[in-house]
């Protein structure tokens, strides 16, 4: 399965991506962690991204578009995978379908996760992340215990908040949401791969509705 995941910031995408890994075995492609992951390794990709990163706005189409399909092409991606938080503009849209039709292995799905604007500001700042293995808790929904702990490689890495998830940035992210993904909603509509869920329920429910439209589609 080819399956783009398309939401706001905060809306559940890489929590449930984490999920659908481990049913699946398909990989979770998320352009946030790449990114992250230049920043970390302070490579030159990584030090042009981190103040865009860190302003909330979007890195550019073109350095997207270059790491994606440089992701795409690991064997791991093969039999499919799970977009997260890419494409996030109509020319990242335009360009992995130029991608996936040069390879003849278009998109089977795009499912937009729907959570109210004023839920989204109290779970994003709830997030915490595992430095250890990268797994996303939430300490509104679903808590990392007491003291707070990664429930998958226990013991003791720290859990830490992204730089990017303080509230004034992640205003500013969900006003870049709304001007520049949301037109996305319509263009996958359009070619009907649209699929919406209300996404504003517990983890195990929003998983479950996954699970039916990717049954429906499979
Ligand atoms: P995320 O982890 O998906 O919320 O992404 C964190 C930040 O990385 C975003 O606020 C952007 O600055 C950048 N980013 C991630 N994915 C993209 C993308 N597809 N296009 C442009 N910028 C991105």
Same mark, same amino acid.
């Given at each position: 399965?080819? !399956?783009?995941?398309?939401?706001?910031? =905060?809306?559940?995408? =890489?929590?449930?991506?984490?999920?659908?890994?481990?049913?699946?075995? !398909?990989?979770?492609?998320?352009?946030?962690?790449?990114?992250?992951?230049?920043?970390?390794?302070?490579?030159?990709?990584?030090?042009?991204?981190?103040?865009?990163?860190?302003?909330?706005? /979007?890195?550019?189409?073109?350095?997207?578009?270059?790491?994606? %399909? %440089?992701?795409?092409?690991?064997?791991?991606?093969?039999?499919?995978?799970?977009?997260?938080?890419?494409?996030?503009?109509?020319?990242?849209?335009?360009?992995?379908?130029?991608?996936?039709?040069?390879?003849?292995?278009?998109?089977?799905?795009? !499912?937009?996760? +729907?959570?109210?604007?004023?839920? /989204?500001?109290?779970? !994003?700042?709830?997030?915490?992340? $595992? %430095?250890? @293995?990268?797994?996303?808790? +939430?300490?509104?929904?679903?808590?990392?215990?007491?003291? #707070?702990? $990664?429930?998958? @490689? =226990?013991?003791?890495? &720290? /859990?830490?908040?992204?730089?990017?998830?303080?509230?004034?940035?992640?205003?500013?992210?969900?006003?870049?949401? +709304?001007?520049?993904?949301? #037109?996305?909603?319509?263009?996958?509509?359009?070619? =009907?791969?649209? &699929?919406?869920?209300?996404?504003?329920?517990?983890?195990?429910?929003?998983?479950?509705?996954?699970?039916?439209?990717?049954? &429906?589609?499979?």
């Amino acid at each position: 399965m080819r !399956i783009v995941f398309l939401g706001a910031p =905060g809306s559940g995408k =890489g929590t449930q991506s984490q999920r659908l890994v481990e049913r699946h075995g !398909i990989p979770q492609v998320s352009t946030g962690d790449l990114l992250r992951a230049h920043v970390r390794e302070g490579t030159e990709l990584g030090r042009r991204a981190k103040s865009v990163m860190d302003a909330g706005k /979007l890195v550019d189409d073109a350095t997207i578009l270059g790491m994606v %399909e %440089e992701r795409l092409a690991r064997p791991d991606a093969a039999r499919g995978f799970i977009l997260d938080g890419f494409p996030r503009t109509i020319p990242q849209a335009d360009g992995l379908d130029a991608m996936l039709a040069a390879i003849g292995q278009p998109l089977d799905v795009a !499912i937009l996760f +729907n959570v109210d604007a004023d839920k /989204l500001i109290k779970r !994003i700042s709830g997030r915490r992340t $595992c %430095e250890g @293995c990268g797994r996303v808790f +939430n300490v509104h929904t679903s808590p990392p215990g007491t003291p #707070p702990h $990664c429930t998958q @490689c =226990g013991d003791q890495p &720290r /859990l830490v908040q992204r730089p990017d998830d303080d509230e004034e940035v992640v205003t500013r992210r969900l006003d870049v949401y +709304n001007e520049q993904t949301r #037109p996305l909603v319509d263009y996958y509509r359009a070619r =009907g791969l649209l &699929r919406e869920i209300d996404a504003d329920a517990d983890v195990d429910a929003v998983t479950r509705r996954i699970e039916q439209i990717l049954q &429906r589609r499979g």
